[in-house]
T-cell receptor, first 118, second 112 residues
C-alpha cells in the first residue's frame, strides 16, 4: 500500500523566505509526527498530532515554526523567515494510535524534505 | 540526561562477524521498544520491534532488560548490506500522548 509521502523532496530557499513542507500520512494513521535531522545528527522531535487532540508542540525550536493538520490527514509544516540553521532534512512519520494500554505499534517515515537555506 | 543513549560507533567489522549494540533508556515508564535502520541519506525504517521475552528475525536478535533499562541488538553473520546506522527507539505514553524517543544511532560498517 501507499506509504508516507512528503513534498517537495528538495527545497532551496533564500534566508528570510517562508517555506511550506507537506506530509501525506498513511491512510488510517491518526498520529502524525514531524522531526528534523541535521547532517550526521540524530532525529530532533518537532511536533506531534494525535487524532483531534491539541498537538504536542514542545519540540518546535522557535515561533517561526508552525504546523497544521487539516481533516486529520495531510499536514503542513511552515517555517517563516528561514535561517541558515534551519537547513536540515525534515521527516514526517505516522502511526496508528492504540486506545488500549498495551500493544506495540511503530512509526512509518516518509522520505523527507531536504531543506537548504542559502 | 538523554531519554535514549547509544554508542555512536562506528563499529567496523568484517563480513561474517557477529556484532552487538546496546542502548539504554532513562524512563522506566517506557512501554514499547524498537530498532530502526537508517541508510545514508534515507529515512529510518523499522528493523524489528523488541519484545519482553526477546525475539529473533533471521540473523537479528533483540533483547530487552527492563530491570537494567537497556535494549540490545545482535547481528550474526554480518553482510555488507548491513552497513547502516541503527537507531534505538523507545515509546511511552505520557498523558495519553504517544511519543517516540530516538537514540542518536550506532553506525555499523561491514567490510569485505
Amino acid at each position: 500500500g501507499a506509504g508516507v509521502s512528503q513534498s517537495p523532496s528538495n527545497k532551496v530557499t533564500e534566508k528570510g523566505k517562508d517555506v511550506e513542507l507537506r506530509c501525506d500520512p498513511i491512510s488510517g494513521h491518526t498520529a502524525l509526527y514531524w522531526y528534523r535531522q541535521s547532517l550526521g545528527q540524530g532525529l530532533e522531535f518537532l511536533i506531534y498530532f494525535q487524532g483531534n487532540s491539541a498537538p504536542d508542540k514542545s519540540g518546535l525550536p522557535s515561533d517561526r515554526f508552525s504546523a497544521e493538520r487539516t481533516g486529520g490527514s495531510v499536514s503542513t509544516l511552515t517555517i517563516q523567515r528561514t535561517q541558515q540553521e534551519d537547513s536540515a532534512v525534515y521527516l514526517c512519520a505516522s502511526s496508528f494510535l492504540m486506545t488500549a494500554d498495551d500493544g506495540t505499534y511503530e512509526q512509518y517515515f516518509g522520505p523527507g524534505t531536504r531543506l537548504t537555506v542559502t | 540526561r538523554k531519554e535514549v543513549e547509544q554508542d555512536p560507533g562506528p563499529f567496523n567489522v568484517p563480513e561474517g562477524a557477529t556484532v552487538a549494540f546496546n542502548c539504554t533508556y532513562s524512563n522506566s515508564a517506557s512501554q514499547s521498544f524498537f530498532w530502526y535502520r537508517q541508510d545514508c541519506r534515507k529515512e529510518p525504517k523499522l528493523l524489528m520491534s523488541v519484545y519482553s521475552s526477546g525475539n529473533e528475525d533471521g540473523r537479528f536478535t533483540a533483547q530487552l532488560n527492563r530491570a537494567s533499562q537497556y535494549i540490545s541488538l545482535l547481528i550474526r553473520d554480518s553482510k555488507l548490506s548491513d552497513s547502516a546506522t541503527y537507531l534505538c527507539v523507545v515509546n511511552r505514553r505520557p498523558y495519553n500522548f504517544n511519543k517516540f524517543y530516538f537514540g542518536s544511532g550506532t553506525k555499523l560498517n561491514v567490510k569485505p
